[in-house]
């Protein structure tokens, strides 16, 4: 099916961007979080904190939640859209000074606009009455937030200053469409928030399978399997992995072992992406580097999956990402814009002084990487912590956003890639109405000659961190792309073709009564004999297909009547 394309506040165009043509060359990240209006920060003592990001307001561009340490008010960057933040938690009354360490903007409600929840409790100060672990605030009409943490059924117990929160994510684990939590501590159980629909929530943990373990990290919520379901991974520090498969029946059973992916070292922060650009999601983890002599090394595991039969690999070794110091946060991202993957990771701990790293991803078959961390200026000697990569400037190249411990900085690394190298590329933010509007579990994929390179939409990454529903992509030299395919959240997929690079496009499903097979805003005779004239097997580029099974037939014959305009 083809479906809803629409800018922000700009009815059915989408917001174009110019971006310089390809050329090859050499890009730079550059720290201007001063420049740019970021301000002194305290991180909660311990293991770290993280980012949260999202366009909060709809206002087009990327804003940052900043949890930060125990009598530190906690920071909101709105994006003022040129490439510079406003600081407004403050007027918008999300400046608590209890101690945090993660966040997630979701809209739970669901109404439209991102609420926000903020979790906390120090690695060496407990939470009690007065410190609440756990705050749940709603986004008002006028932009301002409100406390509804009681409302919500949202809360935490035990809390202690060794069982510290060490990770948040989100997603639909129930088949309801409205956004569930999964929230992990590093030395007790995890916890299951499962979502009314309304913005309150239920306790699920009980029962569901995954609360049993404990020394958790980051958990992603992703459709491993691929039968459309949402499941759970989790990094776990000195014990093996889990990979929670959703039984559609409220409980979750761990396949990590069977899959690979029972790595036993002190994995941390993880990764989601595609790496090797085969079409499926490959896991990258950080860890701590030869700990005590045992070898231990960041990991990179290599989907090998076929069908629901799923197989990981860990290839970190051979595919050069393997040593990474005291791991920390890493996200995957095309900084260079050439159209593969690269692999930014952040590191160190105590008297463990080790740069960040950047990996330039060599697009190489078997995968391979090379240490660019000098080249790209990201090799800084900070302890850090949490680590994401979004597009500030809406320029078309990835940036980059780090929290950093022992009273070090928030870093705001700016890429130069758009200005030294160019490289088309296209952002998409899928969106949906109902009760999951982000269309967090979607998967893009854009095709441009025989190559399809794909990215998840997920809430929660890295480590304790969260980074925009919106996928980048990179397609070099390209100036078309041939196909946008968006696989819904709950099933259901559409197909846009023929798309201009170098813009941002916010993509929705079609109404149920598309036909549009021509894309002229009718259905009509010439979209009937579309389909007639492409009777049969269809695959590649099939416009008329438009339910999607691989063959035009009756069905997609039926839904052309049933958008009839004449």
């Given at each position: 099916m083809r479906g809803r394309i629409a800018g922000y506040g700009l009815g059915v165009m989408a917001l174009i961007v110019a971006a310089s043509s390809a050329d090859a060359g050499s890009f730079q990240f550059h720290d201007l979080g001063a420049k740019r209006g970021l301000t002194p920060y305290a991180m909660a003592t311990g293991m770290g904190a993280g980012l949260a990001a999202a366009d909060f307001d709809d206002d087009g561009d990327v804003d940052v939640f900043v949890p930060t340490g125990d009598g530190t008010p906690d920071q909101l960057y709105r994006?003022?859209?040129?490439?510079?933040?406003?600081?407004?938690?403050?007027?918008?009354?999300?400046?608590?000074?209890?101690?945090?360490?993660?966040?997630?903007?979701?809209?739970?409600?669901?109404?439209?606009r991102l609420d926000l929840v903020v979790v906390g409790g120090d690695c060496f100060s407990a939470c009690g009455p007065d410190v609440p672990a756990l705050t749940v605030y709603r986004q008002t009409a006028d932009g301002g937030f409100v406390d509804v943490t009681v409302a919500s059924g949202l809360g935490l117990d035990g809390i202690t200053d060794f069982n510290h929160v060490a990770g948040l994510a989100a997603g639909d684990l129930n088949g309801d469409d409205a956004?569930?939590?999964?929230?992990?501590?590093?030395?007790?159980?995890?916890?299951?928030?499962?979502?009314?629909?309304?913005?309150?929530?239920?306790?699920?943990?009980?029962?569901?399978g995954i609360a049993a373990s404990d020394h958790h990290w980051q958990p992603i919520i992703h459709d491993f399997d691929?039968?459309?379901?949402?499941?759970?991974?989790?990094?776990?520090?000195?014990?093996?992995?889990?990979?929670?498969?959703?039984?559609?029946?409220?409980?979750?059973?761990?396949?990590?072992?069977?899959?690979?992916?029972?790595?036993?070292?002190?994995?941390?922060?993880?990764?989601?992406?595609?790496?090797?650009?085969?079409?499926?999601?490959?896991?990258?983890?950080?860890?701590?580097?030869?700990?005590?002599?045992?070898?231990e090394h960041n990991v990179l595991f290599r989907n090998d999956s076929v069908g629901a039969a799923l197989s990981f690999t860990n290839v970190a070794i051979a595919a050069g990402v393997d040593e990474g110091g005291w791991g920390w946060g890493t996200t995957f991202l095309d900084a260079d814009n050439d159209g593969d993957l690269d692999l930014a990771a952040t590191n160190g701990f105590n008297d463990h002084v080790d740069p960040s790293r950047f990996f330039l991803n060599e697009n190489e078959t078997p995968i391979r990487f090379t240490d660019a961390s000098a080249a790209a200026g990201f090799d800084d000697e900070e302890w850090g912590s949490g680590l994401i990569a979004f597009d500030l400037e809406r320029d078309g190249?990835?940036?980059?956003?780090?929290?950093?411990?022992?009273?070090?900085p928030v870093r705001l690394l700016v890429n130069d890639a758009a200005e030294t190298v160019g490289g088309h590329w296209l952002l998409v933010r899928p969106r949906m109405d109902g009760r999951n509007p982000?269309?967090?579990?979607?998967?893009?994929?854009?095709?441009?000659?025989?190559?399809?390179?794909?990215?998840?939409?997920?809430?929660?990454?890295s480590f304790l961190c969260q980074e925009p529903a919106?996928?980048?992509?990179?397609?070099?030299?390209?100036?078309?792309?041939?196909?946008v395919r968006v696989d819904w959240p709950g099933g259901g997929h559409d197909r846009w073709f023929d798309v201009p690079v170098d813009q941002v496009l916010t993509l929705s499903p079609p109404p149920a009564t598309s036909g549009d097979v021509d894309?002229?805003?009718?259905?009509?005779?010439?979209?009937?004999?579309?389909?007639?004239?492409?009777?049969?097997?269809?695959?590649?580029?099939?416009p008329a297909d438009l339910d999607g099974d691989g063959s035009v037939g009756f069905s997609d014959v039926l839904t052309v009547l049933a958008g009839w305009t004449g």
């Open positions: 994006n003022r859209g040129d490439g510079t933040f406003e600081e407004v938690a403050a007027t918008l009354g999300v400046d608590a000074t209890t101690p945090h360490r993660a966040a997630l903007w979701l809209d739970l409600d669901p109404d439209g956004v569930d939590l999964v929230l992990t501590l590093w030395f007790g159980p995890a916890s299951l928030f499962l979502n009314n629909g309304d913005g309150t929530f239920v306790d699920a943990s009980a029962g569901s691929g039968d459309g379901w949402a499941d759970i991974f989790m990094a776990v520090d000195f014990f093996a992995n889990n990979l929670y498969l959703n039984q559609r029946d409220g409980t979750f059973v761990d396949v990590a072992a069977a899959a690979g992916l029972d790595n036993t070292m002190n994995d941390m922060g993880v990764t989601l992406g595609d790496c090797d650009n085969d079409g499926d999601f490959d896991l990258y983890i950080t860890n701590i580097y030869d700990f005590v002599g045992q070898g190249d990835l940036d980059m956003m780090q929290v950093c411990n022992l009273g070090g982000r269309a967090l579990g979607a998967v893009v994929r854009v095709k441009v000659g025989d190559v399809v390179r794909t990215r998840a939409i997920t809430a929660g990454t919106e996928a980048h992509f990179g397609v070099g030299d390209a100036a078309i792309i041939d196909e894309g002229d805003g009718d259905v009509d005779f010439t979209d009937l004999l579309s389909v007639l004239a492409a009777w049969g097997p269809c695959a590649g580029d099939c």
